[in-house]
């Protein structure tokens, strides 16, 4: 630490001095940089909101990566209250909360604190969907002591770090799997709920669908396979695809000369089939708005999605059985080499046909299927298949994960989360302590727990 001390004396320790020189030659910081240099707590914890109210970020939270606020599960504390857990938001401009249209936006509902920079003079309140008034911190950017950048991380290494770098990676592994298993046998009971209210067809059916739809859109993907279920598709098999779209609301009613000329030979095709069944489903067809389209990879848009559950329905025979074999290898060559002559090179209905063809379903989602769906389910039958399930090979390709391996391994898990039961591990972990923590660390169990662990 020599250096760091030669270099403080080549500095000066007077940092208003260095602050001055700043605002001599003011710099005109990025949004993106504000909110790095937000999260990483350079400009304190403790804050007047405009109203005078005492404001202390109890947790900054994680870095939203979808649509919505700029931060989720933060939690503030107002007037030394308890903690109210919600989304942050971060503006230049107090005004980008009405410019934006988060006022109207549903998702930005759940915010609890709107920072922004400066204001008009006109005050301003930000209010939401549902007309709830969220504090409002004006933040100084003069309190920043230098004008660097920072790199922006996706999450803060929690408390835990420590007590788990000093655990043998051989204990931390059986941490892991032990959450993995807990985790695997809750998604085996609520699979057999369903199974014993649907029976094991639609079961396994709504939730294939499902997987197509995480995260984004689980919800219209649950609702879509429920009310198009398996055993109506497969007597009406022939139109099965045309209904999956009508009911997706993605067959536009008139006018497809928007479309190129494949397209409009591919929706001629669904809308023939779909015209004369249209009375028949007019309820359930979906609004507009239902679906999530942005923050997704073009690849995971859910037209695509809706193409691969029409032809698991087409293959119905061959997805049952394979569930009942849940062989990992089996299933990977299956779903994987699915085919639509349409969507292998059609990210979405609006898009230009790409000249490479693309997997209908990526080797991704059949990891998320085996792990969601295909093992859960077997184990119900055969518990010992926890031992092929554990060395189930997974990238880290899922966002919560990262998170989650941000929290706990500073982002350096090393080879511990290289198989699909590992990371679900460790979501367990997260969803069992960092969700509910609204202390940033400090009252959170886990550590203390890691040393008691045998
Ligand atoms: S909340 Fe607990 S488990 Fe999560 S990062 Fe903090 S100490 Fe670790």
Not at 86 to 111: F, M, Q, S
């Amino acid at each position: 630490m020599r250096l760091a001390g030669l270099y403080a004396e080549f500095r000066g320790a007077d940092d208003s001095r260095l602050r001055e020189d700043l605002l001599r030659v003011p710099r005109k910081i990025p949004e993106l940089e504000i909110q790095a240099r937000w999260f990483a707590g350079e400009f304190g914890t403790k804050f007047k909101t405009t109203t005078g109210d005492d404001l202390e970020i109890v947790q900054f939270g994680i870095w939203n990566r979808e649509a919505g606020p700029d931060f989720a599960e933060a939690a503030i504390s107002l007037n030394g209250t308890a903690p109210l857990r919600g989304c942050i938001e971060l503006d230049t401009d107090a005004r980008d909360w009405e410019r934006h249209g988060h006022a109207t936006n549903p998702d930005y509902e759940a915010v609890v604190l709107h920072i922004f920079t400066q204001r008009g003079n006109a005050s301003f309140f930000t209010r939401t969907v549902e007309n709830r008034n969220v504090p409002q911190l004006l933040l100084d950017l003069n309190q920043l002591a230098d004008g660097q950048p920072v790199v922006t991380p996706i999450a803060k290494p929690g408390r835990c770090l420590a007590p788990m770098r000093d655990l043998p990676r051989a204990k931390v592994g059986e941490i892991l799997d032990a959450a993995a298993q807990f985790r695997l046998r809750k998604k085996a009971a609520r699979l057999a709920r369903l199974r014993d209210l649907h029976g094991n067809d639609e079961a396994l059916y709504q939730s294939l669908a499902m997987t197509l739809g995480y995260k984004a859109n689980k919800l219209p993907f649950t609702l879509l396979a429920q009310r198009l279920p398996l055993r109506f598709l497969l007597k009406n098999k022939d139109d099965a695809d045309a209904l999956l779209f009508g009911a997706s609301g993605f067959l536009p009613a008139n006018d497809l000369s928007r479309f190129d000329a494949q397209t409009r030979g591919y929706l001629r095709e669904l809308w023939e089939k779909w015209w004369t069944r249209r009375a028949e489903f007019e309820r359930f067809v979906f609004a507009p708005g239902a679906w999530r389209m942005s923050g997704l990879r073009p690849a995971n848009h859910p037209q695509r999605r809706v193409a691969a559950l029409a032809q698991i329905v087409k293959h119905w025979s061959k997805v049952r059985a394979l569930s009942d074999r849940c062989d990992i290898a089996a299933t990977r060559k299956f779903f994987t080499g699915l085919r639509d002559e349409y969507w292998d090179f059609q990210f979405t209905l609006m898009s230009e046909k790409t000249s490479k063809r693309m997997a209908l379903i990526g080797e991704t989602r059949v990891t998320e299927m085996l792990a969601n769906v295909f093992f859960p389910l077997a184990i119900l039958r055969d518990a010992t298949l926890w031992d092929v399930y554990r060395e189930l090979p997974a990238t880290l390709s899922n966002k919560r994960v990262e998170i989650a391996a941000a929290r706990l391994f500073a982002s350096n898990p090393g080879d511990l989360l290289k198989t699909a039961a590992r990371q679900q591990g460790l979501l367990q972990i997260y969803e069992d302590f960092c969700m509910h923590d609204d202390s940033d660390c400090a009252r959170c169990l886990f550590p203390a727990q890691l040393a008691q662990w045998r």
